[in-house]
């Protein structure tokens, strides 16, 4: 497994390439402090999975989407102190594959960079945590679904993509647009399979992705209520 290390931080760079350095199986191609340096490291060596703080000096989230555009193989494992609900949502709408903290155990890291190896999603319990109770269920989402293939929705369908988004019911959706329960649930249905997602959740990630609702507006919901 060839690993790439994205941060600023010398010393936890220095970290990271000690535990890693424990697993026969890893070889660290190189390190970047900055955007310009991984960039060019990818382009210069085969990498199978970026373990990035994109939070860090030097870095920033649309350093995520740019690696999966230009190396759409390369897995990225964002390690990031705490960050909000919001941030962890822009990064997996950005393209990362798997998700910890800074502070999760060796073990979990380990565990982390080998599933994302083999191109599955890992998020530590913290982050978990995090996207839970912004009402988001990660193993529901289905990130590849969103791809640079244009999606053609009509506006009756963005309406509807909307009101879901929002929370809002086949039910009171129908009474909203004025057509019935029945008409409703076909729109859901073929606005799924549209955007390639099995649930309620894969409709809000890409009403979030594509701008018809704000995150703010369903991310915070359950803390606004108590």
């Known amino acids: ?68 555009r230009n190396f759409p193989n390369v897995g990225i494992l964002a390690v990031t102190p705490d960050q909000s609900a919001q941030v962890l949502v822009d990064a997996l709408r950005s393209g990362i594959t798997s998700y910890v903290k800074k502070d999760c155990s060796f073990p979990e890291i ?15 319990g913290q982050i978990l945590e995090t996207i839970s109770e912004a009402n988001l269920d990660v193993e529901d989402i289905d990130i590849d679904a969103f791809s640079c293939e244009a999606v053609v929705i009509s506006k009756r369908e963005g309406e509807i993509i909307t009101f879901i988004a929002e929370g809002y019911t086949n039910t009171q959706i129908a009474e909203k647009l004025f057509l019935s329960a029945h008409t409703i649930n076909t729109h859901r249905k073929n606005i799924m399979s549209k955007l390639g997602v099995k649930n309620t959740a894969g409709i809000v990630m890409y009403a979030v992705k594509s701008n018809l609702i704000s995150p703010n507006k369903f991310l915070f919901t359950s803390e606004s209520d108590n």
């Open 1 to 68: 497994m060839k690993i790439a290390i994205a941060d600023s931080n010398e010393l936890i760079r220095l970290g990271l390439r000690v535990l890693l350095n424990t697993e026969l199986q890893i070889t660290i191609v190189g390190e970047a402090n900055r955007s310009c340096e991984l960039l060019e490291l990818l382009g210069a060596f085969d990498v199978d999975v970026v373990i990035i703080d994109f939070t860090s000096s030097g870095f920033d989230i649309n350093d995520l989407s740019q690696i999966k």
């Open 110 to 124: 380990i565990e982390a960079v080998n599933e994302t190896k083999n191109g599955n999603m890992f998020f530590c």
